[in-house]
């Protein structure tokens, strides 16, 4: 099969590999997959998870080549899959308890083992035995179904904020595809009033858009536009969606009492900041982080999509060919568009 190959930083080939399917595997053709941002940085700097070669790309659409019994039912040949890209080990303490993202011995699509930047991807038992193959909608097209993983990870980080005020400020800090995503979410499923921090006028105009009730250029001025905005008040609930190590001496100004923050983007290793623990203590401040999803949230992804409560088409604005990876891995890290597609391969 044709694939792209991720050998080093700098250095992806679009070359033909064998593709040779292990007993307990099963195969699935690649309609679309999205280029990430954590593509993005393991092509510039690898990662500590990755170990080259190997295919990058796990936010995936796929269509099954053959009959696959899962916990949901058999999904039969022809049909488009949207695959949580999570390989957990299913024995340790967390898989016990379905908390397959934050398993002890975690593998993954598209870092650990190869991902959908290819025709074909195989698919461990371990995702089949967890219902990772979650069916695609019949009204979403293979670009739109490739975002159902990332819509996925935002739910997951969303649940961790518990109860949500409507009546109280939601902060995006963020204004690239997953901060839209959020933006999405905290509107139609908290109705919160929802602050959108950005840097990029396209996406900005977007956010606008899409419902937010503000949105703010992050620069000096960022800290008194949303105090203003909120009456002096702050904000309650704080999203983190890039990874702008400058952003959190800003967060801290504008989190109240109470507030919870969650650091949803990973960042670049190195990145550190300090917290006064007695700002923490007095103000009774929550940090926490939040990362991938489970099949679950797959599942309520793909129906949030179907029922038309989520729009992810306005998410997709560039389509590729697998020849021009390199050119959408620049397109995205360079903040370009929102989300690219590879869906010719």
Not at 283 to 301: D, R, Y
Request: proline letters at 5%; hydrophobic letters at 40%; a neutral charge.
């Amino acid at each position: 099969m044709r694939a792209a190959v991720f050998y080093a930083p700098n250095n992806i080939e679009i070359k033909d590999v064998e593709f040779k399917l292990g007993q307990t595997e099963v195969a699935l053709k690649v309609k679309a997959c999205a280029v990430c941002g954590y593509d993005t940085r393991v092509y510039r700097n690898g990662h500590r998870k990755v170990k080259p070669p190997v295919i990058l790309g796990h936010e995936i659409c796929g269509e099954t080549l053959e009959e696959i019994k899962t916990p949901l039912g058999i999904l039969k040949p022809g049909i488009r899959i949207a695959v949580s890209p999570i390989i957990p080990c299913l024995s340790c303490s967390n898989c016990k308890e379905q908390q397959y993202n934050v398993c002890n011995n975690l593998k993954e699509i598209g870092s650990t083992v190869d991902g959908g930047f290819a025709e074909y991807i195989k698919i461990p038992p371990e995702i089949i035995k967890i219902g990772g193959l979650i069916p695609v909608p019949d009204n979403l097209s293979n670009q739109e179904a490739a975002l159902l993983e990332p819509l996925a990870c935002c739910l997951n980080g969303l649940s961790r904020f518990g109860k949500i005020d409507k009546e109280k400020y939601m902060l995006v800090v963020g204004d690239g595809p997953i901060g839209l995503l959020h933006l999405q979410l905290s509107k139609i499923l908290y109705r919160s009033k929802t602050i959108v921090i950005g840097k990029i006028p396209f996406r900005m105009q977007k956010a606008k858009s899409m419902g937010a009730d503000a949105v703010f250029q992050f620069d000096t001025n960022t800290e008194e536009n949303v105090m203003n905005f909120t009456k002096g008040e702050g904000v309650n609930r704080i999203i983190i969606a890039t990874n702008n190590s400058e952003i959190f001496p800003f967060v801290k100004k504008v989190a109240n009492k109470n507030s919870k923050i969650n650091f949803f983007s990973g960042f670049s290793a190195g990145n550190t900041f300090e917290v006064d623990p007695n700002w923490l203590h007095y103000n009774q401040v929550s940090l926490f982080g939040s990362f991938s999803s489970t099949p679950n949230m797959l599942q309520k992804a793909a129906k949030l999509a179907s029922d038309g409560e989520i729009d992810l088409s306005q998410i997709v604005t560039e389509k590729c060919s697998l020849d021009q990876i390199e050119h959408a891995i620049s397109y995205t890290e360079e903040f370009h568009g929102l989300r690219t597609i590879i869906d010719r391969f």
